[in-house]
């Protein structure tokens, strides 16, 4: 059974800090990957979605990158904001066929202080 | 163009009542599922659809039903409200026909009493 695990649940971080949120799930066999951020009692909003023949993908100050062989994915925030403050959560797609049946990880509550 | 619409956005229930939670999508999208968000849990698939017609479980289905008469509404009908379903739910679509990702309505905060 897939299991995704982001590690570490929360982060505290300055402003203009550069942060790295991590991203691991147990089978490799996986159709794409997508970072998502929630904002406190709101909607999940995707963030950038790697295929699964895909090294990393870019968005602004985001990059995220994907090594399915060791089942892990990182997301990289450049000079951190107060705005950046958020839960981000990544999730896999197993198979082509799965639509919207995406596997979370539980998120990392990121803080960024002014 | 308002993507994925939920409603309600709060709704409380007594136990053993039934209610349905509505999603529309206005994208076109095939793909829509059901998911529900409690504290130290994460999210978790209720049910999922890949087009009109064509529904499946995922890993929480006891006590939910689905339909997908339509592609634009995927509604989820709790039968009998039982505590252990309070929990915030959301609904998702994406498109087909290329890699695209997904997209969450903000969500429907029930408690059952």
């Known amino acids: 059974k897939q299991e995704v695990t982001q590690i570490p649940a929360a982060l505290s971080v300055p402003e203009g800090e550069n942060l790295v949120l991590n991203c691991s799930f147990t089978d490799s066999a996986i159709y794409n990957l997508q970072w998502f951020r929630q904002d406190p009692g709101k909607g999940l909003t995707s963030l950038l979605l790697i295929q699964s023949s895909q090294r990393e993908q870019t968005s602004g100050r985001l990059n995220a990158s994907l090594d399915k062989s060791s089942g892990r994915s990182t997301l990289y925030i450049a000079a951190s904001q107060p705005g950046d403050s958020a839960t981000y959560l990544c999730a896999v797609s197993p198979r082509p066929q799965a639509g919207t049946a995406l596997i979370f990880g539980k998120g990392t509550t990121l803080s960024v202080s002014s | 163009n308002a993507g994925v619409t939920q409603t309600p956005k709060f709704q409380v229930l007594k136990t053993g009542q039934s209610m349905t939670l509505q999603c529309a999508q206005d994208m076109n999208h095939e793909y829509m599922s059901w998911y529900r968000q409690d504290p130290g849990m994460g999210l978790r698939l209720i049910h999922y659809s890949v087009g009109a017609g064509i529904t499946d479980q995922g890993e929480v289905p006891n006590g939910y039903n689905v339909s997908r008469s339509t592609t634009e509404d995927f509604p989820l009908r709790l039968l009998s409200a039982a505590p252990s379903q309070t929990s915030v739910y959301f609904c998702?679509?994406?498109?087909?026909?290329?890699?695209?990702?997904?997209?969450f309505g903000s969500g429907t905060q029930l408690s059952v009493l």
């Open positions: 998702a679509s994406s498109r087909r026909d290329r890699l695209e990702k997904l997209f």
